[in-house]
């Protein structure tokens, strides 16, 4: 089976940043389940933040759900204790979403934000840093 989709996935201090783009199918969601964890391993023990960009992601199969309910609990027993979602309203993509990741769970917040700068702003009120520069901007 081919991949359906695409994703980006890089680090700035304290938080994994994550792009995604297109439908996802079953093989996508595997890649960036593999992705995900290979990078988050290389972040510190103490507690790390995630911000994921959403607008470019056009949902997935459902397949997808058990890939990314399994990812999540992981990177949260690994450390992961705040997610910043960005994209603008959509029903179906909350939806999708909300089946898949927790809004909280022990430690764990997740919040969902129009902007980048809110999230940004929402991160740092947290105590997780990221370089003042625009990171999405790197990866347009």
Known sequence: MYA?????IWTDQDV???KAKGQWNLEMAKQYADAFQQIANSMPNHPWGHIVY??????GTPDIEPIIVE???????NGLT?????Y???ML???QLDRMIAESLGPFERRTFRDEPTAFEWL??????VSDERLLLKTA
């Open 124 to 129: 740092r009120s947290e105590g997780f840093g």
């Open 71 to 77: 990812l999540v609990g992981w990177a949260i027993e």
């Open 16 to 18: 994994l940043l994550a």
């Open 4 to 8: 359906h989709g695409h994703f980006q």
């Open 54 to 59: 959403l607008d470019d992601w056009e949902l």
């Open 88 to 90: 603008s309203p959509s």
């Open 93 to 95: 993509k909350k939806y």
């Open 82 to 86: 705040r997610s910043a979602q960005v």
